[in-house]
């Protein structure tokens, strides 16, 4: 077996959610639902922001927070919550991200090979 590739099994970065405390996923649960548009995202890095639609400024989003199928690209809808960041909980991070309109453009699934 030493001969045998298996990297193409495992998705690049491995894709974790992440694990939060019971008080933030209770202010998670509190907070309303936004929508914005993908400014950025780079799968390699694991990481993006959302323009909010509501001016409020760019959003942080981390790739274990992206609930669906597809690698968002700049440009697609979508919808989110945010949750607080430790430790001062004085910034927000965008988490439940939702592509609801995709870009009329070919999207790439977690699981496709770059």
Known sequence: MSGDNLSHLIPSPLITK???????????EKSKILYGTIKSF???????????????????????????????????????????IPPKFEKYQAVHVHIVNLKPEIHKKWEQVQ
Do not use: M, N, W
Request: with cysteine; charged share 30%; net charge negative.
């Open 42 to 84: 780079c799968r390699e890095k694991g990481h993006g922001f959302i323009t909010a639609e509501d001016g409020s400024g760019d959003i942080f989003a981390h790739i274990s927070d992206i609930e669906d199928e597809y690698v968002p690209l700049p440009g697609d809808r979508v919808k989110y919550q945010l949750c607080p």
């Open 18 to 28: 992440r694990t939060r405390t019971a008080s933030t996923c209770e202010k998670i």
